[in-house]
């Protein structure tokens, strides 16, 4: 126990921090400075989130014997470091015998003295870790000062026999370290489960969760404690790194948690926006990419997409490219050059209508005597693609890809064209919410945007009739339903899991519905080689859903 402290006093640090896959050195430096902080704080215990020193979601990785090997020396040299001063705990790999574990070990006095092996493996949505770690035993509690807890690891805090094991063995208070990415209503679905443990054994809990961007996943933070009853008595902030100090208090009846921050959790629209913000700042951050450049179209994804990219890195350093044809509307260059302008990023004017007509000329040939048709309007896209990605390799920057999740579930984009690039900051947003992310950004700004305030994005770019301009007065619709219907049929189909019958209970025609569950399963291949983008569901394509690109069922219902 701290010197000075009264028995029936505990103080927690919460460090709800962001850490990187792979960086065992990065990872245990920002273990330390923590620990730093809770001794200066005169805390009795440091607390990091789950798989903290491997980082999450480590994926294969962690089950290469050459990395847990260097991951668990990472902590035994943790717990050297910080002998005098805190308990700390903090999450990551452990191998007995044969099998490997997500464990969460306490340090303490230059050892680790307890180990909690995680029995719950989550194994669906982007998680697999039935495949990668075996199932600890539920096991008791462990000490630390003048107090017994218990932690369950992340799932473990979802099913209620580890936290009733806990209690009946002896816990006075639990905590629950966490790897829990982000999707629309998460937080009110972990609350829920975190209130109902607490009612069950009548302790309270401390909900320790990460924060930052690994790949397509975002860690939201967003910690908080509850009382006996289910009481909310601390509230971290959702996406920020933070170090917050949690006092509880011993009584009559156990230990209470006293009243904390409380910080105000942003609604949906704003945590949309700001995981789209956070996933590509911390994509380009964690491998090294400094700027960014995109084609700029005039449309309202890719002005999206650059005010994404301005508010993530800055505007400085994204650069907007006009690849114009001679499809491309005047209304088009201006909208884009507005964009451009209003975000305050760099401007380039690249036209394609020279390498267009080298690759007609080239083709000529071949194509004598066929009429012009869809290969014609793909090469255009692909032109732009090659174009882009010269800049890409020229200039050091990483290419960003703008089809919106509508477009990409039924594969209206066209491979090696605008798919080409590093990363989808929209990949998960229907196109009905991106015009409704565009009018949130235009009337909100935040001290996290590095875009400037006000509206960026002109109005006249989100009213106008979304079109490819790749032939004359071309518009998507003439391909597709509208895009209201489509991402409501999107919606049943993907979101649902639902069938072509209840397509048409919800008053669409049959025919249509067929048409978009056959273009959904024709473009898996599409799919397959499309550029990563944050998850903002829990049916984004890639981890969450998994369809083999081979596939003749169609659903006769």
Request: charged fraction near 25%; charge should be negative; proline fraction near 6%.
């Amino acid at each position: 126990m701290t010197e000075g402290r009264m028995a029936d006093r505990f103080r927690m640090t919460l460090a709800q921090l962001n850490p990187v896959v792979g960086d065992l050195a990065g990872n245990a430096a920002k273990a330390r400075e923590a620990w730093e902080a809770a001794r200066e704080a005169g805390a009795d215990m440091v607390a990091l989130p789950e798989m903290f020193i491997t980082g999450y979601n480590a994926q294969d990785l962690v089950m290469k014997p050459a990395f847990h090997t260097a991951a668990i020396e990472a902590v035994r040299q943790l717990a050297k470091d910080c002998a005098e001063g805190p308990a700390m705990a903090i999450g990551g790999p452990w191998i007995e015998g044969v099998e490997l574990y997500n464990a969460y070990f306490i340090l303490r006095g230059g050892n680790i003295v307890s180990t909690v092996l995680k029995h719950h493996l989550p194994n669906e949505t982007v998680f697999d870790e039935v495949r990668i770690f075996d199932s600890g035993p539920i096991g008791g509690p462990y000490s630390v000062c003048n107090t017994r807890i218990g932690s369950p690891i992340c799932e473990d805090a979802w099913h209620e026999d580890v936290a009733e094991t806990l209690a009946e063995t002896g816990a006075e208070f639990l905590l629950v370290p966490n790897g829990s990415p982000y999707y629309r209503g998460k937080f009110d679905t972990r609350i829920n489960h975190m209130v109902a443990r607490v009612i069950e054994t009548g302790l309270p809990l401390i909900y320790l969760n990460m924060v930052g961007g690994q790949d397509d996943q975002v860690f939201d933070g967003a910690s908080f404690a509850l009382n006996p009853g289910g009481a909310l008595a601390v509230q971290l902030p959702a996406f920020d790194a933070c170090l917050s100090h949690v006092d509880l208090e011993r009584g009559e009846t156990g230990w209470r948690i006293l009243p904390g921050e409380m910080a105000v959790l942003p609604g949906d629209y704003e945590q949309d926006y700001r995981v789209m913000v956070e996933s590509l700042r911390d994509y380009c951050g964690k491998t090294g990419f400094k700027k960014v450049l995109l084609g700029l179209s005039g449309g309202v994804d890719s002005a999206i997409v650059a005010t994404i990219a301005a508010d993530a890195l800055g505007p400085e350093n994204v650069r907007c490219v006009m690849l114009p044809s001679e499809y491309t509307s005047a209304g088009s260059l201006e909208d884009a050059e507005a964009v451009a302008k209003a975000l305050g990023c760099r401007y380039d004017y690249v036209p394609i209508s020279g390498p267009r007509a080298a690759v007609t000329e080239a083709l000529a040939p071949l194509f004598e005597g066929l009429k012009p048709d869809l290969t014609e309007e793909n090469i255009q896209s692909r032109l732009r693609g090659l174009l882009l990605m010269a800049m890409s390799n020229k200039f050091g920057e990483m290419l960003l890809t703008t089809g919106n999740k509508s477009e990409v579930a039924v594969g209206y984009a066209t491979i090696y064209g605008d798919m080409a690039g590093g990363y989808n900051p929209i990949k998960d947003l229907y196109k009905t919410r991106v015009f409704e992310a565009c009018r949130w950004r235009n009337a909100n700004h935040r001290d996290w945007m590095m875009g400037p305030p006000g509206e960026v994005i002109p109005p006249r770019v989100i009213e106008k009739p979304p079109s490819a301009e790749l032939r004359p007065d071309q518009k998507d619709s003439d391909s597709l339903p509208e895009y209201a219907d489509l991402d409501r049929l999107l919606d049943i189909l993907i979101e649902q899991d639902g069938s072509i019958a209840d397509c048409v209970a919800a008053g669409f025609d049959r025919a249509t519905a067929q048409k978009v569950e056959r273009l959904i399963y024709l473009s898996e291949y599409k799919r397959f080689q499309s550029a990563p983008g944050v998850r903002l569901t829990k049916k984004a394509f890639w981890l969450d859903r998994r369809y083999p690109i081979v596939n003749r069922w169609r659903d006769p219902s």
